[in-house]
């Protein structure tokens, strides 16, 4: 048996799905197993209530100058369609080195793997620097109650550094440091024209249709290149600097890898940068929905009233979210059409994130991934959004790793998620190395 | 009681809703009632078999050289919602001169008011052309059964030219001539991208999002001055003539009026024309529907699948539908941004009717409207179909004469439905001097 995987295996027994209110009882018994395991490792650890799931708080001993705080999740994504997985769920199956498991990767696996990587060192005589540990229970419901907690909590969760794993590998076996994640600006757009759906044979012609303007309006939102044509959008936009492209060009996970994760018939986008570029280090503009008029089968010949578009943006350092809303809004006044009314609303945002390749804790990460694995990790940025990343800089005002440990293809938030049982290892491993990197090199 | 009111009470009673299967027995009761209440009037009655509800089809003996076709529809629309009517909407109620009903206006009311005119004539020695009555019972549901029928039975349906009363005055009072009626090609237009909805943080900015591409194709289809921009679109549109725009400008009714039945914060559409004459002589472009991606409550940050489209083309003579749609396809095709796949499936098309304002037919009406009234009809289009008359000259070689006696507020398709009592005897008289005029003056 390999050592921690029982340990492992009993965590992701425990249905602990944050959006389910009827699984409140299992979020804390969740909890409960893990704060008891932290404390058994040797550390001091609390349920920290904030009206939710509670958050799981475990801290070494103050005895070094220098503490990380390690940050994870025990909240899974609900399990639909059960009729997708091959095996139950929350009954952890594991065959040929692979575990198969609701939360296997995200973020059981990934957060296991560096606190079994902690425990050794606690069984050791403790690691080289202090460690505060946050396994928070909301994470895939949007961290509600977590950045509360962080502020009423900061001098507690005082820490040089935080580090994280809960992003992918972008190649089997490739451990990948994200140096940089997108923010988001989200928005609703609405056109408003005729008090009714009118018919478009007794008015058409007359009155503006809503949907062919907010057709237009979106249409304005990127130029004939592809650039989104928002003016004042790119004015703090961090172009990745001429190394961070050529190490991107350099990896074995390319354009066509991408492709053949969307299933689109081709790339398309922003001219001038490759695919991956375009996802890790451009922001963009997204319609995420449109509802206008009839939606029906067949034909309803009217002038629908209203047009509604779901609207995202994609952010990159330094762009801010509330900035870029409000930029993004007025150029919809300004660019609508006659004849309508419009409605913009701001429905939420979230910072990009970005940490400089050459900061001492990327040094000392890369190191430590040499020692376990012979190979550099790759520096890579991701899309997406990691919100709380950009919340603990906010908050607690340090920077964070995020060291990807789950595999490209690991089906987080799908039926038969799976992570590797070796990656038990190589993640406790890693983290024993990282530890004691940032035990010897400062990290800011 | 006014001559013929009681027939007419009689004649809405029966609840004729060719869109309710269960109303099939209704259907028929309505047609056995009026091809009796026709034979009593002393033509030659039947009901047609079509495989749906009976054609009521009667005639005049063959005695004058010229003959004309008296079309009429004895389906009425559903008349939910049941909550909206003052009244029960099949107990016909009346008060000041009005009676309210479905069906009241359309099509029983306008109908009943001619056919009271036939049995004047009638019962004085038939009138001075022969006539044909054809009323069917399909007409609210697209008049399915009807072309094959005239198809059918076009030597027994032979005559000079049609009589229709189906459309409104253009203000109260005034009788109104609709010398046009826009056509209509209908179009669903589905764009493709990834073969699943994708995460927009992962995945946005490398590939075409098809909702983004959707728009720009609808953004395409107008120029900045509101016209139409499919090339080829207007290469057989037919301008009014400067007499028809003037005598447009001289009506009382105006473009304050069209604004204010749609409710819309302003008028606009193609630059260079009112706004009535945009509908009634303008083709137009229109958006009926959107659907793409995230539509509930919240945020959903994907790139969508797929985006639709539901457009729908309206057309003046002498545009042909099936070109127009073709020329459409093309357009689209051609304007496709890269990254997506396009499928425009042609619904549906309607031919555009215009009559010549100069034929004698119109002049024959003319006439007999100011015998009646005291006053000139209004020469007006409108900006809707009603295919049954480009059917009518595609099967049986004439043209129709549409004599609007609805009022423009009648609530046609609405609960409340209205018509005045006194304008059956306003359609009656106009159907009697017209007639003899149509004896006199050849109508083509």
Chains 1, 2 share one sequence.
């Not at 025990?74 to 939360?103: I, K, L, M």
């Not at 190191?367 to 550099?376: F, K």
């Amino acid at each position: 048996m390999v050592a921690g995987l029982e340990d492992y295996l009993a965590y992701l027994r425990f249905p602990s799905v944050s959006a389910d209110p009827a699984r409140a009882g299992d979020m804390r018994d969740c909890a409960t197993w893990l704060a008891a395991w932290l404390a058994e490792a040797g550390l001091a650890s609390e349920l920290a209530e904030t009206g939710g799931p509670p958050v799981v708080i475990a801290s070494t001993p103050r005895r070094h100058p220098r503490r990380v705080l390690l940050y994870g999740h025990y909240d899974v994504q609900p399990e639909a369609p059960a009729e997708g997985w091959t095996h139950p769920p929350f009954a952890p199956h594991v065959a040929d080195g692979v575990v198969t498991a609701r939360g296997a990767t995200d973020n059981k696996g990934q957060t296991m793997a560096l606190l079994l990587g902690l425990r050794e060192l606690m069984a050791g005589g403790g690691p080289p620097v202090d460690v505060v540990v946050v396994i928070e229970g909301e994470e895939e419901i949007g961290s509600p109650r977590l950045p509360a907690l962080l502020r009423e909590r900061a001098a507690q969760l005082a820490a040089d550094v935080a580090l994280v794993a809960d992003t992918s590998m972008v190649d089997p076996g490739v451990p990948s440091i994200t140096l940089g994640l997108r923010g988001i600006s989200v928005l609703e757009v609405t056109v408003s024209g005729p008090s009714a759906d009118l018919h478009s044979g007794q008015y058409g012609g007359a009155v503006a249709n809503p949907a062919t303007a907010l057709a237009r309006l979106i249409a304005g939102l990127h130029d004939d290149a592809g650039r989104v044509a928002v003016p004042g959008f790119h004015d703090r936009v961090l172009p990745p600097s001429d190394a961070e492209r050529e190490s991107w060009a350099g990896l074995a996970y390319g354009d066509a890898d991408l492709l053949a994760a969307t299933g689109s018939p081709a790339l398309a986008g922003e001219a001038g940068w490759s695919a991956i570029e375009r996802v890790w280090a451009r922001p963009t503009a997204e319609v995420n929905g449109l509802t206008a008029g009839h939606q029906g089968a067949g034909s309803k010949t009217i002038v629908p009233a209203t047009a509604t578009a779901k609207l995202s943006f994609r952010l990159v350092a330094d762009q801010d979210p509330d900035d870029v809303a409000a930029l993004v809004a007025r150029h919809l006044h300004e660019s609508c059409p006659a004849g309508v009314e419009l409605n913009v609303r701001y429905d939420h945002g979230g910072l990009p994130y970005l940490l400089d390749a050459a900061s001492p804790a990327v040094a000392a990460t890369q190191r430590a991934v040499m020692r376990v694995t012979g190979r550099p990790p790759a520096l890579v940025r991701e899309g997406l959004s990691v919100p709380i990343v950009a919340r603990i800089r906010e908050v607690l005002g340090i920077d964070t790793i995020l060291i990807g440990l789950g595999m490209p293809d690991c089906r987080a938030h799908s039926p038969d998620e799976t992570f590797p049982v070796a990656h038990l290892a190589l993640g406790a491993g890693i983290c024993r190395e990282l530890l004691a990197g940032l035990a010897a090199a400062p990290p800011a």
